[in-house]
Each structure stands twice: as structure tokens, then as C-alpha cells.
């Protein structure tokens, strides 16, 4: 096993997830699990994300398709802020 992967079941014993919160992430497009052998793991940069839509769907009870539409505004948002930090870094460039 690849030491960058994490076993899906282990992480949802873990964790206290269940496996199919796991795959509706991963049939909604939010999170991409693969097959390594008899296993089905995702990647261990994606931990951070699965622990926010954990979180999201747990412990607020906000739906995958809630949780889809929060995650493409908070992207947004971050996109946005990139913006507005490039554009004052400019306008200092012109600021006498």
C-alpha cells in the first residue's frame, strides 16, 4: 500500500464515519477514492477536506448537495481574496 493513501474502513472505524458518507463524497465529485488492491482509499492531501464535509454533514446536518454548494462558494471567496490581495499589491506599485 502507498504510503500517501488512506484505507477507507480504517479511516471510518476511526473516525466514526460511516463508509458511505465516504462514497457520496466521492459519487458527488467533492473527494476522489481509488481501488488499491481489495481496498479503497483516497489520498492523505484530502484528509483536510474530508474533515471539514465531516463536520459539515455531521455535526451542522448539512446535506452532500449543501455541502457542494458551500464548498464551491468558500473556493470562490478564497479565489476572490487572491484577487483583491494582486490587485492592492498593484495598486501600491502605482502609489506615490
Known amino acids: ?10 479511516y471510518c472505524s476511526h473516525c466514526n464515519v460511516e463508509p458511505e458518507f465516504i462514497k457520496m463524497l466521492s459519487d458527488d465529485g467533492l473527494i476522489d477514492i481509488q481501488q488499491v488492491e481489495e481496498h479503497y482509499c483516497f489520498p492523505v492531501s484530502q484528509l483536510d477536506k474530508i474533515e471539514k464535509y465531516s463536520h459539515l454533514y455531521y455535526d451542522l446536518s448539512i446535506n452532500i448537495a449543501g455541502i457542494d454548494a458551500i464548498c464551491h462558494l468558500l473556493d470562490r471567496v478564497e479565489e476572490l481574496q487572491k484577487r483583491v490581495h494582486v490587485l492592492e499589491r498593484e495598486l501600491h506599485f502605482y502609489k506615490p
Open 1 to 10: 500500500m502507498e504510503n500517501n493513501l488512506i484505507i477507507i474502513s480504517d
